[in-house]
């Protein structure tokens, strides 16, 4: 138990490091680390990974607190696929779309059931609750056998003399 108990505090420090550095105040890097621990966290469950990413997204600055709750909502995403879905790949997108960034996450699993939320689904509710507080918003969209495809989208904000920025 203790390797695995050190494994799970290395990466949780590995992300508040990443979290908190203002050298990583991009979403080029947001989109590196995003692929990079979805390639490590996915492969250990055995589920492919294809990562789309739109080129015009490296030019866009995003603050640290922006990029730790997209993260957060990211990493529930994640986990939901790996725990829940029966999933055997995963497509992850970034994107810019109507003066928004956008992260998606796609599996192939064998998505919800229909019918409303149960308060078993909390995981949902809180990547909900991180996009709206983020001035953003949340889509999912599953159907029996469908997959599941959660998307966090959060406002662009033009500032003097920089590029795009998420802030």
Same mark, same amino acid.
């Given at each position: 138990?203790?390797?695995?108990?050190?494994?799970?505090?290395?990466?949780?420090?590995?992300?508040?490091?990443?979290?908190?550095?203002?050298?990583?105040?991009?979403?080029?890097?947001?989109?590196?680390?995003?692929?990079?621990?979805?390639?490590?966290?996915?492969?250990?469950?055995?589920?492919?990974?294809?990562?789309? @990413?739109? &080129?015009?997204? #490296?030019?866009? %600055?995003?603050? =640290?607190?922006?990029?730790?709750? $997209?993260?957060? +909502?990211?990493?529930?995403?994640?986990?939901?696929?790996?725990?829940?879905?029966?999933?055997?790949?995963?497509?992850?997108?970034? @994107?810019? &779309?109507?003066? #928004?960034?956008? %992260?998606?996450? =796609?599996?192939?699993?064998?998505? $919800?059931?229909? +019918?409303?939320?149960?308060?078993?689904?909390?995981?949902?509710?809180?990547?909900?609750?991180?996009?709206?507080?983020?001035?953003?918003?949340?889509?999912?969209?599953?159907?029996?056998?469908?997959?599941?495809?959660?998307?966090?989208?959060?406002?662009?904000?033009?500032?003097?003399?920089?590029?795009?920025?998420?802030?």
């Amino acid at each position: 138990e203790i390797p695995a108990t050190l494994i799970q505090m290395v990466a949780a420090l590995e992300e508040i490091v990443w979290a908190m550095n203002p050298q990583h105040d991009s979403a080029a890097s947001v989109v590196s680390y995003f692929s990079f621990f979805a390639d490590r966290f996915l492969g250990l469950a055995n589920i492919r990974l294809k990562i789309e @990413s739109a &080129a015009n997204v #490296a030019d866009l %600055v995003m603050d =640290a607190r922006m990029r730790h709750q $997209l993260f957060l +909502g990211f990493k529930e995403a994640l986990t939901n696929v790996v725990n829940h879905s029966g999933a055997t790949e995963v497509r992850l997108g970034f @994107s810019i &779309a109507e003066n #928004a960034f956008c %992260v998606s996450v =796609a599996d192939n699993g064998r998505g $919800l059931p229909p +019918g409303p939320q149960t308060n078993g689904q909390d995981g949902i509710a809180h990547m909900r609750t991180r996009a709206v507080k983020l001035g953003g918003q949340f889509e999912l969209s599953s159907g029996p056998g469908a997959g599941t495809k959660v998307s966090f989208s959060v406002p662009l904000i033009l500032l003097v003399d920089t590029p795009w920025a998420i802030l």
